[in-house]
């Protein structure tokens, strides 16, 4: 009988906060898959656990070689449990490559939720729950940085980054820069430990704040841009420079659609006819 995997939440910094399923699974899984073993360890070592399966490393690096392995280890019935350092698997953490691989050949994929960073910082931002969009680490690189970023100043959904602290600065400067500095965000640092601190207002204010020495695991959230009154003569406009530019035209006008309140049918309607 074929096994199964569980992707497995870990707490993201306060250990009361893990499930008493995260307990049984790291008890009794036959293959334990962890980005990082040695923190595994010490986890089910102050939770009181014993890890009875094999404890394999599973990380960005290898994670592409350890597949063969894990599936096989599924197709001859094994539980395999996936966990990271903190926070779910694969949201900006190993994983997809087995998940994606093991739907693909039709093994059994579930998942034993618990903390998440993402939505522990979009609740406490103060900020539109109803539609957002996590966005990851932007670019290191600032000229990158600055076009993803651009590329996101007219998205409506509310937006979650994540950000290391030593370049937390620029990374909210480049915000300021792209999304306008009267834009409201929240900076959350060390979520569910010790010293949380959650800092909220417009991003020219966390820019001027972020300058002076912020450790600790970041979570960055950014309201949403608010709607645009555009005509759409003038959209019409943007979706013919985007075309000519290179851009499919179904994809500038769904992003054009979405930014500007304009109906996307209208609008590619309209600009068939402009085009034409």
Sequence with gaps: MAGRFVLAATPIGNDADASTRLRELLASADVVAAEDTRRTRKLAARLGVEITGRLVSLHEHNESERLPELLEAVRGGALVALVTDAGMPTVSDPGYRVVAAAVAEGLDVTCAPGPSAVLAALALSGLATDRFCFEGFP?????????????LAHEPRTMVFFE?????????EAMTEAFGPDRPAAVCRELTKTY???VRGPLAELAEWAREDVRGEIVVVVAGAPPREASLDAVVGEVLARVEAGERLKDAVRELARSSGIGQRELYAAALAAKG
């Design 139 to 151: 670019p290191r690189k600032p000229g990158e940085r600055a076009r993803a970023l651009t590329a």
């Design 164 to 172: 290391a602290p030593h370049r937390l600065a620029v990374t909210l």
């Design 196 to 198: 949380e601190e959650v």
